[in-house]
């Protein structure tokens, strides 16, 4: 939790192509990470997450890749699709309460 | 199963008016609760959170307030709205104490201060 960062902030790629989106924090006491989505005009849903004493955790196209000692995580998106367009938050949480999410990354899919 | 509700979805104010924003939790008990704001293609702000009935902790210096009457109701209020307080606001909870689960958010409210 506490500074997290995203990047790319936005992210354009052709239908079919393989999207990477990552995830830095500050706060070492970390322990869940999760991914989500957020379609135009929606509130943010869950799409994928993962915990500390896993590395890396796959669901059909999507998946998630933790390094814990660097302090980050990834979202990696595989022949991405146009409902993929969106944009998608990381919000690592740890010992703290309060819930900060990253600064987000536009992707946008064309077809 | 566990629901929220969030309204309204959609608000004009003119400046300088009060607003009340709600957000009730069903079928959970003592859930930590947030409000976000959002501004036009930007990222979620943490305006406040609870862990508890009447503990609210604030994030960001503004002219809004939050409150939480009872366990599972959490509302934000302002005296005097600003054009600058126009946004997207979001209602979420999740699972209490050092659960770290996933958040659950309302459907949002779409305030235009005019």
């Known amino acids: 939790g506490e500074n997290v960062e995203q990047h790319p902030s936005t992210l354009s790629v052709q239908e079919g192509d393989s999207a990477v989106i990552k995830c830095t924090y500050s706060?070492?006491?970390?322990?869940?990470f999760p991914w989500y989505k957020q379609e135009l005009g929606k509130r943010p849903q869950l799409i994928i997450d993962?915990?500390?004493?896993?590395g890396e955790k796959k669901d059909q196209r999507i998946a998630v890749t933790l390094n814990k000692t660097a302090k980050h995580f990834s979202l990696h998106i595989t022949e991405t699709q146009p409902e993929d367009s969106a944009v998608y938050f990381c919000?690592?949480?740890?010992?703290?309460?309060?819930?900060?999410f990253g600064t987000g990354t536009r992707l946008l899919v064309s077809p | 199963s566990q629901t929220i509700h969030q309204w309204p979805a959609t608000l004009v104010q003119p400046v300088g008016s009060p607003l009340s924003l709600e957000c009730t939790v069903e079928?959970?008990?003592?859930?930590?609760l947030y409000w976000y704001r959002q501004a036009a293609g930007r990222g979620l702000q943490l305006l406040f959170y609870?862990?508890?009935?009447?503990?609210i902790s604030s994030e960001v210096p503004q002219n809004l307030s939050a409150s939480r009457p009872q366990d599972r109701q959490f509302i934000l209020s302002s005296k005097k709205l600003l054009l600058s307080d126009s946004g997207f606001y979001l209602c979420?909870?999740?699972?209490?104490?050092?659960?770290?689960?996933?958040?659950?958010f309302g459907q949002g409210t779409r305030l235009t201060v005019v």
């Open positions: 919000a690592p949480k740890g010992g703290f309460q309060k819930l900060v």
């Open positions: 979420a909870w999740s699972a209490p104490g050092s659960m770290n689960t996933e958040a659950f």
């Open positions: 993962i915990r500390s004493n896993v």
């Open positions: 609870s862990v508890g009935i009447g503990q």
């Open positions: 706060d070492s006491a970390s322990n869940y």
């Open positions: 079928g959970t008990s003592n859930p930590n």
